[in-house]
């Protein structure tokens, strides 16, 4: 195990694996119809920062280390922005609630003070 974590194959090992759970999970989301863009970027950045980790462990020069994780930021920045835009279209789709309920603009608060 030494020897696997001083060359860096360890890592190696992982982004074999990271590699092949992109794959599979692109098959699903063609399958599904679901969009790639913001597993890519979240996959990216976990990858990233696995090389990163094999930077340092094989005793790469610190500049090497912090372009990989800056590249792992600009990869997380992508996927939180991915993930914000889609949250606020799946609010924009969801429709109005009906009806007159308390939460609703018929029932300010100087009404429910003088209840």
Not at 7 to 23: F, H, K, P, Q, W
Not at 48 to 55: E, Y
Not at 71 to 95: E, I, K, W
């Amino acid at each position: 195990m030494d020897a696997l974590f001083a060359s860096g194959r360890i890592v190696d090992g992982i982004l074999a694996l990271v590699a092949v759970e992109a794959l599979l999970l692109a098959w699903l989301c063609r399958r599904a119809g679901l969009p790639l863009t913001a597993l890519l970027a979240n996959l990216a950045s976990g990858a990233a920062l696995m090389l990163a980790l094999r930077a340092a462990l094989v005793g790469a020069a610190w500049t090497s280390v912090a372009a990989w994780m800056l590249a792992g930021l600009f990869a997380h920045l992508a996927d939180l922005g991915l993930r914000f835009r889609a949250a606020a279209r799946a609010r924009r789709r969801t429709p109005a609630e009906t009806g007159t309920t308390p939460r609703s603009s018929a029932f300010t608060r100087s009404i429910l003070e003088h209840l």
